[in-house]
């Protein structure tokens, strides 16, 4: 039986590490440990689950639903959960389509009497555009009845591109942070794992119940998509007179300003996403790199991922109440037109 490492999983199906050992604890694949072997290894049986969990994923089902899919034999219920999602897809083509059939409509509106002041947006012409459409209870038309990899993908891409309405702006004050870094396989984890433990043991959030969180891969060189964090390293913002115990280190963070966007699903793409967004902007450029804290130990100037409500994430220690907030480092265009 052939054993695929954790770096090679990653590569063939095009998704993170990190977002495999959250498939793990979420119970929905197993890995194993060779003897005298540091990585993770996985096996036929947990490949095959993973490609249907990426189709699942790709067909927008919820990792909650997933579990209940997977580990169901009763074919009603997965049935059931399938007309749920079809329900709410429908719900959302239809919103869609009322929307495109009223632009259409204002379209041959404008068309036919030349109204460039667009008087028909007056109330009683909008009602009187509405009150005439019409719609099915199912908007899909022209179903194809297969449908590649190629062509969900495409689809879900689309689905997931980043638009104005899904980025904040936001500034991040100056602040005191004590820092934990490590490097190797689960990386992430272990630097993750020596703050919260110092955050507990200091009793910090009874100190400082704003606390905030930040993480982010430190490696030198870009990190791909399937390829192992290097080094990471995890923040919390402290008071400033605080003791910081080593391993952990002191850093001065200077604050500055970032794109926001909540990752979604643990789907480490939305960082190329959010990227896009940036480089796309006429507002804003991408100032991934700039010095915005001094580090002897590790590089500055990285994007960070924030815990979301930190102070319930350190009480309950579970990664189902784990959500992360991308901050991609951004500053103001001074050429930007008006």
């Not at 280190?249 to 990227?275: C, E, I, M, S």
């Not at 480092?329 to 930007?336: D, F, Q, S, T």
Request: with cysteine; proline share 3%.
């Amino acid at each position: 039986m052939e054993l695929k490492t954790i770096s090679k999983v990653s590569r063939d199906y095009g998704i993170s590490t990190r977002m495999l050992r959250y498939y793990e604890q979420a119970g929905l694949i197993e890995s194993l440990r060779k003897d005298d072997y540091a990585y993770r290894v996985y096996d036929e049986n947990a490949i095959s689950r993973l490609r249907k969990i990426i189709v699942l994923r790709k067909l927008r089902v919820p990792v909650k639903q997933i579990i209940r899919i997977l580990n169901n034999y009763d074919a009603a219920e997965v049935v059931e959960i399938f007309r749920q999602n079809i329900s709410e897809i429908d719900s959302e083509i239809t919103s869609l389509s009322t929307v495109k059939s009223i632009l259409t409509r204002f379209v041959e509106e404008i068309n036919e009497k030349a109204d460039v002041n667009l008087k028909l947006l007056g109330d009683e012409a909008v009602f009187s555009v509405i009150r005439s459409l019409s719609f099915s209870d199912n908007q899909i038309k022209g179903k194809k009845e297969n449908l590649s990899m190629e062509e969900l993908n495409k689809a879900n891409e689309e689905l997931m591109k980043l638009e104005d309405k899904d980025v904040r702006i936001l500034y991040l004050p100056p602040m005191t942070i004590a820092a934990a870094y490590a490097s190797g396989e689960g990386c992430e984890g272990k630097a993750l794992d020596m703050v919260n433990q110092f955050t507990k043991e200091s009793g910090l959030l009874k100190i400082k119940p704003d606390a905030r969180s930040f993480g982010f891969d430190c490696s030198q060189g870009s990190i791909e998509i399937g390829e192992n964090s290097h080094v990471y390293e995890v923040w919390v913002s402290v008071p400033d007179n605080m003791d910081i115990p080593s391993p952990l280190v002191r850093r001065k963070f200077n604050g500055g300003l970032y794109a926001a966007h909540v990752l979604r699903t643990w789907d480490f793409q939305d960082w190329r996403r959010l990227k896009e967004w940036v480089d796309a902007s006429d507002k804003y450029d991408n100032d991934w790199g700039s010095p915005r804290w001094e580090s002897s130990e590790t590089i500055f100037g990285q994007g960070f991922e924030e815990t979301l409500n930190f102070y319930n994430f350190v009480q309950s220690g579970q990664m189902k109440d784990l959500q992360l907030d991308l901050l991609f480092p951004i500053k103001e265009n001074k050429n930007e037109k008006v």
